[in-house]
C-alpha cells in the first residue's frame, strides 16, 4: 500500500464496501457524539467522513486531532444506513471505520476557520493567505480558473502558436 493513501477523498462508493483503505488529508471537521468521534478529512479532490468509536484503537489517537491536522489514517469502508446517506457529496453513501490514526502535522489554532463562508477583513485574508486557499470556494475558484487557462493554451498549440 501506498504510504500515504489508497485512495483519495473523492473516490470511494459504496462498491468499496468491506475494503481496507488508506487516507491522508486535512480534517476539516470534528464531531464529538459521546463515544464516537466523526472526522471529515479532506484534500484536494473531495471529502470522506471517517469515525471510530470506542472500541476502536485508534479512538485516542484520532480524539487529539483537531481542524486542520495532517492525518494518514487506515480503517474499512463501511456502508451507511440509509437514513444517514449524503447525497450532497460523492462519498456521502459510505464512511471508514478507522484502525489507525498518523498525525503527519499538527496544526495550531487558526486565526480564521477554512470551512464555511463567514467574511473577514481583506488583510486578515491576505496574512493568512494560506489558510484562505483552502477555504471551499476559493479552491473552486482556483480550479475552473486553471481549467480555462489550459483550455486556452491547448487550443492555441492546436493552432500552431507558440508561446514565449
Keep these: 500500500m501506498h504510504a500515504y493513501r489508497s485512495h483519495?477523498?473523492?473516490?470511494?462508493?459504496t462498491a468499496h464496501a468491506g475494503q481496507t483503505v488508506r487516507l491522508s488529508g486535512w480534517v476539516h471537521r470534528v464531531r464529538d457524539h459521546g463515544g464516537v468521534l466523526f472526522v471529515d478529512l479532506?484534500?484536494?479532490?473531495g471529502v470522506t467522513?471517517?469515525?471510530?468509536?470506542?472500541?476502536?484503537?485508534?479512538?485516542?489517537a484520532l480524539e487529539a486531532?483537531?481542524?486542520?491536522?495532517v492525518i494518514r489514517v487506515d480503517g474499512t469502508v463501511k456502508l451507511r444506513d440509509a437514513g444517514l446517506v449524503?447525497?450532497?457529496i460523492p462519498t456521502g453513501g459510505i464512511?471508514?471505520?478507522?484502525?489507525?490514526?498518523?498525525?503527519?502535522?499538527?496544526?495550531?489554532?487558526?486565526?480564521?476557520?477554512?470551512?464555511?463562508?463567514?467574511?473577514y477583513p481583506e488583510e486578515t485574508r491576505l496574512a493568512?493567505?494560506?489558510?484562505?486557499?483552502?477555504?471551499?470556494?476559493?479552491?473552486?475558484?482556483?480550479?475552473?480558473r486553471s481549467r480555462v487557462v489550459k483550455s486556452l493554451r491547448d487550443r492555441m498549440w492546436a493552432a500552431g502558436f507558440t508561446e514565449f
Design 95 to 119: 464512511e471508514v471505520y478507522v484502525t489507525a490514526v498518523e498525525v503527519l502535522g499538527p496544526a495550531e489554532e487558526l486565526p480564521l476557520p477554512v470551512f464555511g463562508d463567514q467574511d
Design 49 to 60: 467522513q471517517v469515525l471510530a468509536d470506542s472500541d476502536s484503537p485508534a479512538f485516542r
Design 42 to 45: 479532506r484534500d484536494h479532490y
Design 65 to 69: 486531532v483537531r481542524a486542520e491536522y
Design 128 to 144: 493568512y493567505r494560506f489558510l484562505d486557499l483552502r477555504r471551499e470556494t476559493l479552491h473552486r475558484n482556483m480550479m475552473l
Design 8 to 13: 483519495t477523498c473523492a473516490d470511494l462508493n
Design 86 to 88: 449524503n447525497p450532497k
